[in-house]
Nanobody, 114 residues
Framework: QVQLVESGGGLVQPGGSLRLSCAAS???????MGWYRQAPGKQRELVAR???????NYADSVKGRFTISRDNAKNTVYLQMNSLKPEDTAVYYC?????????WGQGTQVTVSS
């Protein structure tokens, strides 16, 4: 059983920055990892994803502002979020993609407000 634990969320003013972390209980090296978010009343959506070889893709709404990265030695994935906007407010979830099933973390709240 894989456990994913997100951290780093909080309250930030518009234009500010946060760095989210997702720590996995096991080896992440072979797996694609992603960050998703879900705002109240909306569907969960992909924010950013990084493959085992380091290829990345981003939602159009966060391109140029967010950066996903991974540290395989620490079994941790990061999401650096800059120039935050109120519409980035959501619960952010980490996901690990596997052939047999996906694993999700419990989420961390990000609130962008003045």
């Amino acid at each position: 059983q894989v456990q994913l634990v997100e951290s780093g969320g909080g309250l930030v003013q518009p234009g500010g920055s946060l760095r989210l972390s997702c720590a996995a209980s096991g080896n992440i090296r072979p797996y694609a990892m992603g960050w998703y978010r879900q705002a109240p009343g909306k569907q969960r959506e992909l924010v950013a994803r990084i493959t085992g070889t380091g290829s990345t893709n981003y939602a159009d709404s966060v391109k140029g502002r967010f950066t996903i990265s991974r540290d395989n030695a620490k079994n941790t994935v990061y999401l650096q979020m800059n120039s935050l906007k109120p519409e980035d407010t959501a619960v952010y979830y980490c996901k690990q993609d596997r052939v047999t099933r996906d694993y999700w973390g419990q989420g961390t709240q990000v609130t962008v407000s003045s």
